[in-house]
Structures are given as structure tokens and as C-alpha cells.
């Protein structure tokens, strides 16, 4: 997309450094890739649009880059796997996660059911079933200097990690909600 907006700008005569330079002012797309710092210092990821495994392994990647002294990693339910081969997945993604993670935590009963997807893997692994257990987990032990990769689908709203982080009052419980027109942040539903 990127490159057929330099692309576009060039054949309106737009010079690549004039592009570069208004490229270089667009906000971060909420949700994807966001980030942000806990109230505790950590650098949070946050990349809970969908989890289908590609764009699992391409926040992984992205989340390597970034320098921090151990990285968290705070996945949810694979969604949209491309075929019947569930356990598969869950394997190829435990493989992929316990390359870059030091601290890893799983979030919802998914997990559970496929938790031999980390057999072999020298990764500690925590699986819970809710989002307020990730979260008390990470507010304990992450803090200046880590780097939470937070992967998740935004029908099982694990934004609200990121917002609880954050400083913000959470106490909705829901384990899926389908508001797809209301984001987290403005939910009137986040802190009843």
C-alpha cells in the first residue's frame, strides 16, 4: 500500500522525500502493532485485530526487532486457521513464539485443550482462561525494559489487557463479545 501511494504521488509529480515525509506523520493503526508503556514501563505491542497465524508471525517478527531485556508474549485463540489441521497450528505457533519469547502467556481455554503444542519447547509457559488472570500476571512481573507482544482477536477483546496496563479501570469479564462497532477503549461496558 505503501509503495503505490510513493508510487502514485510520483506520477503526480510528488517528490519520494515529499511522500516519505507525509508517510512519515500517519498515526499507527490502532491495534495493530500499537505501542504503548505500562503503568509499570514495559513497552506493550498491542496487535489484537485477528490472530490468524500470519499475521502471528509477522508480529513476532516485528516484535524482535524492538530492544528489550525479556519479551513477553500474550497470545489468544488462533482464529481463521485456513483448514482443518487445528493442533498443527497451535504447534507451528508454540515453535514460532518459543524462538523469540522469554515469558509466555496463553489466554483462553484453547490453549488448555492444545497446551502439548509446548511440549519440548524451553519456554515457561502460563495458560489462563481470562483476561483479568493475564493481567494480574503481567502487572506483577513485567516492568521497565520488557516488551509485551499481545496477539489476540477482537471478538475475545484482549485490548482490554493494554487498557488495564495502562492505568485504566477494566472490570468487564466477558470471554467473547461481538460489538464489532465499539472498540474496548469506549465501551461503556469496560469498567462496570
Request: glycine share 14%; aromatic share 14%.
Given at each position: 500500500v505503501v509503495a503505490a501511494a510513493v508510487a502514485t504521488g510520483l506520477a503526480l509529480g510528488v517528490p519520494v522525500s515529499q511522500s516519505a515525509a507525509r508517510l512519515a506523520t500517519l498515526p499507527v493503526t490502532p491495534r495493530r502493532l500499537e505501542p504503548t508503556v505500562t503503568t509499570g514501563g514495559a513497552t506493550l505491542l498491542g496487535?489484537?485485530?485477528k490472530t490468524t497465524p500470519e499475521t502471528i508471525y509477522a508480529g513476532l517478527a516485528e516484535g524482535s526487532l524492538w530492544p528489550a531485556q525479556r519479551r513477553w508474549v500474550?497470545?489468544?485463540e488462533l482464529w481463521m486457521l485456513p483448514d482443518g489441521r487445528v493442533a498443527d497450528h497451535y504447534r507451528a505457533v508454540a515453535r514460532a513464539i518459543a524462538e523469540v519469547a522469554d515469558d509466555v502467556i496463553t489466554v483462553g481455554a484453547p490453549w488448555l485443550e492444545h497446551a502439548?503444542?509446548?511440549r519440548g519447547l524451553a519456554v515457561p509457559v502460563r495458560s489462563v482462561v481470562s483476561v483479568a488472570e493475564a493481567t494480574a500476571l503481567l502487572a506483577?512481573?513485567?516492568?521497565?525494559?520488557d516488551l509485551i507482544y499481545l496477539k489476540g482477536d477482537e471478538d475475545?477483546?484482549?485490548r482490554r489487557i493494554t487498557l488495564a496496563l495502562q492505568g485504566r479501570r477494566v472490570t468487564c469479564n466477558r470471554i467473547e463479545c461481538r460489538r464489532r462497532q465499539l472498540m474496548c477503549d469506549d465501551c461503556p461496558?469496560?469498567?462496570r
Open positions: 496487535d489484537d485485530f500474550v497470545i489468544g502439548d503444542a509446548w506483577a512481573e513485567s516492568g521497565e525494559g475475545f477483546r484482549l461496558h469496560l469498567a
